[in-house]
């Protein structure tokens, strides 16, 4: 059998060194698209920081790694697929055929459509040659201009405080992580930001980025009027699926490649996992992505069974995210933002920054929200990830929102009647 892998990040990886426990004799071939050994962008962030060094970032450091286990480990882009011959060309190198292929190519960050977006001075911070960059530029008291405060924003504004530039964060939406809470939870989190010396303008477009002198500092100018210096820009407005080398085929598109309850595309001889996996949420029914590293692990280590042969679900579709802001941590799960003829319950503690929603469907709990409330998480996900019925106990959570922990072990209990 011979396999191919796009994509060399945490769902491939994973994907390649499960074929290779499934499969001791198959052909196993890797693509990695940047030079180096495979690496988690995750931790680009901590990279910026001196957390960790450029080894730490690496999935697997030992470079003798894939050799051992026999996977060939290829430097080059997917550049078009050819599902009648089953071959993937490359940007640079042969067309490779397959008998079985997973796409695994991860995410790209959105280009910012402002003139001035093209200077040295703007920049992402997504690869590894991008952290080299920011390092190499960024001092103790440097101006940077942050544009974007999603998920991956935030994670990105806290690494530069924690290297010492003074941050502006630009953000077009009208609050901060928009995709993860809601309005409350968002404000807590800001105003978390705002005491550790961050300046925020949501509702705020970038209309032009501009040069005081050649490759000096910048001037970004806001639609509002307002122009912000800055000595770098750092763009993190969002990121897309990185499969535009599918496009043109066969393979079923919805923002990402449509799979499977066993993460397999509209080609049976086709597979996708991470960022570029699209599948039916659990609760919303709606084709989504959900773009965080654990569940691209799970993805890929499903994905390969499958392909070697095991009939595998992947369960796990649903939204989950945890972001730690400064020590502040943010979790939403499920349909945080509720369902249609759901109802809720929630608690804030503004001057302390805690804040907990639970969202129900009837008796079940479908999503929650917490800030500043790292405990129960566990249970809150094995909840909602069962839609198990509550019954009785649900008026009793609603009443006491906060006893989560003393509720499930009632309900847990031998025996418990609903």
């Known amino acids: 059998m011979s396999y191919v892998i796009i994509g060399a990040g945490p769902a491939g990886v994973t994907a390649a060194e499960t ?13 990695c698209d940047h030079p180096g050994l495979p ?17 730490g970032i690496t999935l697997r450091p030992d470079e003798s790694h894939f050799d051992q286990l026999n996977i060939t480990l290829l430097h080059d882009s997917a550049a078009a697929l050819d599902l009648g011959s089953k071959t993937v060309l490359l940007n640079r190198g042969e067309p490779i055929h397959y008998q079985k292929l997973l ?22 911070c997504w690869t590894l040659e991008d952290a080299r960059l920011l390092i190499a530029h960024l001092k103790g008291g440097s101006q940077v201009v942050l544009i974007g405060a999603g998920f991956i924003g935030t994670i990105v504004l806290e690494a530069l405080i924690e290297k010492g530039a003074k941050v502006t964060v630009i953000e077009q939406g009208e609050r901060i992580v928009p995709r993860m809470v809601g309005p409350e939870p968002s404000a807590l989190i800001r105003n978390w930001c705002e005491q550790k010396g961050v300046v925020f303008h949501t509702s705020s477009v970038v209309e ?9 500092s910048l001037l970004v100018h806001l639609r509002e009027g307002e122009v912000i210096p800055a ?44 960022d570029v996996a699209v599948a039916l949420d659990s609760f919303s029914q709606q084709l989504v992505s959900h773009a965080i590293q654990p569940l691209a692990v799970e ?17 796990s579709h649903f939204a989950m995210n945890i972001l730690d802001t400064f020590g502040l941590i943010t979790a939403s799960f499920g349909a945080w933002e509720g369902v249609e003829g759901g109802d809720s319950v929630e ?4 001057t302390h920054h805690r804040y907990l929603c639970y969202q129900f469907d009837r008796d079940r709990l479908v999503g929650a929200t ?18 198990a019925s509550l019954g009785r106990l649900k008026e009793k959570l609603k009443e006491q929102p906060d006893r989560l922990k003393e509720i499930y072990l009632e309900w847990s209990k031998p025996g418990f009647r609903i």
């Open 370 to 387: 917490t800030v500043g409330r790292s405990h129960d998480l566990g249970i809150i996900k094995g909840l909602i990830r069962s839609k």
């Open 347 to 350: 608690i804030m503690d503004s």
């Open 39 to 55: 690496y988690s962008r995750m931790a680009i962030p901590y990279l910026l920081t001196e957390k960790v060094d450029e080894q």
């Open 103 to 124: 796409i695994a190519s991860g995410a790209k960050p959105r280009q910012l459509p402002t003139p001035g977006n093209s200077l040295p001075q703007v920049q992402n």
């Open 19 to 31: 074929l290779r426990k499934q499969s001791p004799d198959a052909k196993i071939m890797l693509v």
């Open 299 to 315: 993805q890929g280590r499903i994905a390969a069974l499958n392909m070697s042969g095991k009939k595998v679900e992947y369960s």
């Open 208 to 216: 032009e980025i501009t040069e005081v002198e050649e490759g000096g």
């Open 231 to 274: 000595e770098r820009v750092v763009v993190a407005a969002g990121v897309e699926p990185n499969c535009s080398f599918v496009e043109g085929s066969a393979i079923q598109m919805e923002g990402g490649i449509v799979v499977d309850s066993h993460l397999r595309s509209s080609d049976p001889d086709v597979y996708a996992a991470g």
